[in-house]
């Protein structure tokens, strides 16, 4: 597809994004068509074919805001000079692909086949196919093809542009054109006439791939040596997935009780941190990896999915103080083992384990021979400590109340064993700026207020200074004790602009922070999140892109489309939020964003349909009046206004202002703005670009709130 119309959830190329506008209508040299699953290799060849001046049409990029996804493809379908479709087993599968395919034969555009795996094509597939240009990827990889791809789109272009004119007025048809007309409705001159240009169109095809297929492309097989004889000698080598490349899956626990899968995977995650501190060395991170915990994907997928060359996978045997954890780094284009070992250790011994596995597939991999040896895993000197903290990890990745309290307890005894453990420090700063509907369960002793009109918020402020004061506390001890680790800096910039609302000096510490670690997908998207919410949107839906390269199947697709939604690109942001949804389908606020979009897009049946579906209840009990209240049933939402207000008004202060920002009573907007910022509601962050509160910009309560949070201009 070019974006897969509204499955797509592709994201924008990594080209320079003002060189790649296009005027609408414009012809493009390519059309790229692509299945959603597969956007990082489409991306690639974007980057590639307008790196040597081709430009490219690929949605979602090049759709307009507001414009309808199906007229946007047709007129590029219509306006390309050649279709570049991308061959996978997902491709061949998508209905918005065969569309595609079947548009552009109809038109006789070129067609070029870029087949990525060995795929069999279906019947449809087949008919529109069987006469176009094939180039083969699978053998030899796709950075061989792509400088065959750039040739074989130049000499493409050159063989047809001779016929430019006329081709331009045959792809200026409406989209109307799509549909047959009556029998009898044309004349017999017309019918002649047009039969007579379908011939010669026809022709000149068949001479032109004739040419073509003497020349270099042709056939899969036969078009090998041909294309090598013609492809540029200034082509670069260009890289798709490079060979320092490695994804670190989650160990298995092979313990006599199957009671130590967080340590396992406590041991894969910082043999992640560790391999990623690596230059020139691509580790996708925790949550790409982890996706296909459980998963009956093979190698191959997986390594194809998360864009590396090698997948390091292994076990781990715990019985008291003694490990045995085998680990094997594997080839996965072939299943080829490139090293394996068994290691007979010791607990106490477990980073020593870990420098020498880290070690193991650094050497294997070559990349020691640029970059020097991988540092060294010096953490805690408790063992105990350790298991407490990989422990704490586990839980705080469940994402649930009960988890992330009970992992706050468990790196509390981490420090209380080792005071110096940085990265338990860093941690429990994290936990404590991140979390807010549990705080009052945090501290016991401080109780969340109960009524609804008038509370002074006395107990949560003294929760607020609680926490806060324990939060600076221990991203200090995390820097202190890991001057060299970039996770302090991280924690210490989360608190600083979730507590202190001191922006500056929190962007001044993720700069920091990526500094030491500028491939840390994680760090990204915290200075992503903070850059949308301070205006520079651009700015901040970059970082997002660069932190979904890194994290293809993280959260970083969640965040983008938050960017694009305050961007005003609404259909982008959907697209966007559908592919985290498509991974992540119980995931909380989800479908409480999507909501907002799809009410955004005047589909409000669909969104309160959608609101059903959020997983967190407080959520959905906020968003189900904001629906009703688009669909016109006032009734229905005042009876869901009150359900809100009385179960959920302490942890969704921000969220029910949303309810009385739609019906334009601004004296009960404010009241909760205000009850929301005393709170310290994690909304309140973003309330300088919120599209939720465009009508509140004239009062000069807004400006006051903002200037109160240090976000006025």
Known sequence: MSGEAPESKGGKPPTDPTAAMQVPNASSHVFISYASQDVATADAIVATLERHGLTCWIAPRNITP?????????RALNTARTFVLVLTENSVTSPHVLREVERTSAKRHPIISLRIDSVSLPPALEYFLSASHWLDASPSGVDTALPKLVAAVQRLIASTSTAEPAHQAATAAPAAGLFPQPPGSTPERQRLGRLLTALVAVIAVI??????????????????????????????????ISEKSVAVLPFVDM?????????????SEELIDLLSKIPDLRVPARTSSFYFKGKTEDIRTIARRLLVAHVLEGSVRKSGKHLRVTAQLVRADNGYHLWSETYDRKLD????????????VVKALKVSLLTGEPPIAQLTTSSEAYEFYLRARALISRDTSDDTLKAYADLRRAVALDSKFALAWASLADILSTTYAEWYRVFPHAKSPSSIEGDPLQDWDSILAQMRSAAHAAAEQAIKNGPGLAEGHLAMGQVLWRFDSAWAAAERQLAMAREVEPGNARILLEAAELTINLGRVPEGIQLAQRAAALDPLGRATFVLAWGQYVSGAVDEAQLSLEKYIELYPTASRVHYRN???????????????????????????????????AMGRRNDADRAIEIAERRDGNAMAYQIAYIYAGRIDLDRTFYWLERGYRQGDPGMRQLKVDPMFKNLHGDPRYQALLQKMSLSE
């Not at 507001?66 to 047709?74: L, N, R, S």
């Not at 011994?349 to 193991?360: L, P, R, S, V």
């Open 349 to 360: 011994d477990i980073f020593k384990t870990q420098d020498e596995i880290a070690g193991a």
């Open 595 to 629: 909501t907002l979009l799809l009410l955004a897009r005047g589909l409000h049946e669909a969104a309160l349909a959608e609101i059903e579906r959020e997983t967190l209840s407080r959520y959905r009990e906020a968003g189900i009046p904001l629906a009703l209240d």
């Open 66 to 74: 507001g414009e309808f996804y199906a007229d946007a493809i047709v």
């Open 255 to 267: 313990s006599e009780k199957k009671d130590q899968e967080y340590f396992s995977d406590g041991l």
């Open 207 to 240: 001479v032109a791939y004739l040419m073509v297929d003497k020349l270099w492309l042709a056939k899969p097989i036969a078009s090998e040596r041909a294309i090598v004889a013609v492809a540029p000698a200034a082509v670069p080598d260009i890289t798709l």
